[in-house]
């Protein structure tokens, strides 16, 4: 069983559709902000959160504030169904953790894929 509900943005409010995997993350240990909103503050800087790319709602950024919430991030996402983890990011650290392209591959469609790897100009 999952907690599916709407997660409002901590910036401006707006609902989001959300999934809580198999109830093993309360909802007030995540902290979600909407594709057009930016990070508010550092405190969120702080805490670990992943990006999840959805092409009606832009990149979500989901915090974890715990420990439980990161150990199941994987599960709590947008619930749209049709959006793809993009980032993971560790304690504010500015660069994403070092993922294998294995792992990528798993979580991002081919053709994002490659543009990801694609060389910067």
Known sequence: ???CYDEPCKVCGKLIPFH????????L??????????IPDRSFMEK???????????NIKVF???KRAWENHEMNCPNTGKCDLVGEFKSGKPKPMQISTTHICKIVK?????RMLRPEN
């Open 48 to 58: 670990n959160y992943c990006v999840w790319e959805d092409d009606g709602l832009g």
């Open 64 to 66: 974890s504030l715990t």
């Open 29 to 38: 240990e995540i902290a979600v902000i909407c594709g057009k909103c930016q």
């Open 110 to 114: 081919p053709k994002r894929l490659k």
């Open 1 to 3: 069983m999952c907690d």
């Open 20 to 27: 809580l995997g198999d109830y093993d993350t309360p909802r």
